[in-house]
């Protein structure tokens, strides 16, 4: 009832344990509860007329941590460095019709030299 900003003494809290009771009974946590109530009051002037107001958004809250986590991968992201002139020889291969220009090796003359490193 403080986290809404209401006193032992407001009419709105009669049956406010009978709420709670049954989101204890279901497992949520009181820490949780209390964080959801104050953060959505947070976006209000005043206090809801019943508990029940908080419900989805505490539901959310209890869902969002038992969340699984994504798997990552260790290390670096793998990054492919090619230069101007990779890139210019796999566009020229392209316009003309070449389907497995990246695969190909550049020779001389479509070669830009060491030039400027692009990330691909």
Do not use: C
Not at 53 to 63: L, P, R
Not at 90 to 101: C, H, P, S, V, Y
Request: charged letters at 25%.
């Amino acid at each position: 009832m403080l986290a809404q900003g209401l006193d032992m003494h407001d009419p709105r809290v009669i049956g406010s344990t009978n709420f709670v009771a049954k989101w204890r009974k279901a497992g949520w946590s009181p820490d949780v509860i209390v964080n959801t109530i104050e953060r959505v009051m947070a976006g209000r002037t005043e206090a809801p007329g019943s508990l029940k107001y908080f419900e989805k958004a505490i539901a959310d809250a209890h869902a969002e941590i038992a969340r699984p986590v994504p798997q990552g991968t260790t290390g670096p992201p793998k990054r492919v460095r090619r230069t101007a002139g990779d890139i210019f020889f796999e566009l020229d291969a392209e316009l003309r019709g070449q389907t497995n220009a990246a695969d190909s090796v550049p020779n001389e003359d479509y070669s830009a030299g060491p030039g400027i490193i692009l990330d691909a």
